[in-house]
């Protein structure tokens, strides 16, 4: 039902910032909830960051806090990942993914690589 294709993710140096988008494309994502995940080199998919349906409500895994944000722009359709103050430990393809019932995660990109050097 919806498509979504990230972008924004580059090479940066510890301590930098990134913004990821994910912009969606065959439906809306106002009724979604909207999240990012990341996969590191050799390891499983994890969890990153979530919002709820109006924004109101953002989740994040503990070893991110207070360094991204997760935000939504219904209206463009596009959901973001500001990350700052970037560790090596950060480097993953990140993903977006959108949910219409809080349950399983039906939607994914393909990813974007970030990767932070030391």
């Known amino acids: 039902q919806v498509q979504l294709v990230e972008s924004g993710g580059g090479l940066v140096q510890a301590g930098g910032s990134l913004r990821l988008s994910c912009a969606a494309s065959g439906s809306t994502i106002s009724n979604y909830r909207m999240g990012w995940f990341r996969q590191a080199p050799g390891k499983e998919r994890r969890f990153v960051a979530s919002i709820s349906t109006s924004g109101g409500g953002r989740t994040y895994v503990e070893s991110v806090k207070g360094r991204f944000t997760i935000s939504r722009d219904n209206a463009k359709n596009t959901v973001y990942l500001q990350m700052n103050s970037l560790k090596p430990e950060d480097t993953a393809v990140y993903y977006c993914?959108?949910?219409?019932?809080?349950?399983?995660?039906?939607?994914w990109g393909q990813g974007t690589q970030v990767t932070v050097s030391s």
């Open positions: 993914a959108a949910t219409p019932r809080d349950t399983i995660w039906d939607y």
